[in-house]
């Protein structure tokens, strides 16, 4: 993308349990005078906003010549390190609710100028959504959640999380309260308990992406590979199938993974030919849509 300076502010804000929502904002270099819409990035399950190539994505996203506003969830399990998980008994409650929540708290914050930068200018009534994995079924509930959001864009997204429980998850909740997954990448035995299982249950017209699809009206694009070992790419196809968008896309990418063959950490010079197009495609849509 074009040579643009881009700019970050790292901090935090309070969630609705006053337990910090970590947040980058990167914003380009620009005519001062111009409003800029502002995309908000989501992590995916077992994810952070730090993750692989994501930081480096959000600024080649802002310099398409957006604002970009990428958040941990406040339960996700990382706390100060940023790319850690050492806060296991937040993880092990993150509910969907409370993601959808924090999205929430976070529309709030840069519609009260709680998180902005110096001389630059705000659409927050142009707000675009972009989530990874259950990041991505985040974003399409909040879209049907808060009128902020004027489009939504998925990569690799699930649609309907309450299909994923198995039945083992689920017997280990009733005998034992607590089902463990392991992180494949660093092997850490990482604990979910019923309260996630039975929340997602309870509120699923209001947290599955599935059900909330079918209210949207705004701009959706869902992109996923068809060779994500994670997530079918059947999942993307369900989501564009029930979206009654008049304005909707699905974008299936050929032979790469659930991350685009993108790694943590990233320390590659370049990014990965998959991700690099998911990019363009990403930031195409969303300067023909938020602008």
Request: glycine share 6%; aromatic share 10%; hydrophobic share 35%.
């Amino acid at each position: 993308m074009k040579n643009v300076k881009v700019s970050k502010i790292s901090g935090s804000i309070p969630s609705t349990e006053d337990l910090p929502i970590y947040y980058d904002f990167y914003y380009p270099e620009v005519d001062k005078a111009a409003s800029l819409p502002v995309i908000l990035f989501l992590h995916g399950f077992k994810g952070f906003k730090d993750w692989g190539a994501f930081p480096e994505g959000c600024q080649e996203l802002s310099k398409a010549g957006f604002a970009v506003l990428a958040i941990n969830f406040s339960l996700n399990g990382v706390g100060e390190s940023m790319t850690e998980f050492d806060q296991l008994d937040l993880f092990a409650r993150e509910t969907l609710t409370q993601d959808l929540e924090d999205v929430g708290t976070a529309i709030e914050a840069l519609k009260e100028n709680e998180i902005t930068a110096r001389n630059i200018s705000l659409d927050t009534d142009t707000i675009g959504v972009l989530g990874h994995s259950r990041g991505g079924h985040t974003a399409v509930a909040a879209s049907a959640e808060y009128p902020e959001i004027k489009g939504v864009v998925t990569w690799s997204a699930v649609a309907d999380y309450n299909a994923r429980w198995s039945e083992d998850m689920i017997k280990d909740w009733e005998e034992k309260g607590v089902t463990e997954k392991k992180n494949g990448r660093t092997g850490q035995i990482m604990p979910v308990k019923e309260l996630v299982y039975k929340d997602a249950i309870k509120n699923a017209d209001r947290l599955m992406a599935v059900k909330r699809v079918q209210e949207l009206d705004i701009p959706a694009l869902f992109i996923h590979s068809k060779g994500d070992e994670g997530v079918p790419y059947s999942e993307a196809e369900k989501l564009y199938e029930h979206c009654n968008s008049e304005d909707k896309k699905i974008e299936l990418i050929p032979d790469s993974g659930h991350t685009f063959d993108t790694a943590h950490p990233f320390e590659d010079e370049e990014f990965s030919k998959p991700f690099e197009n998911v990019l363009t495609i990403t930031a195409n849509w969303f300067k023909t849509h938020l602008k």
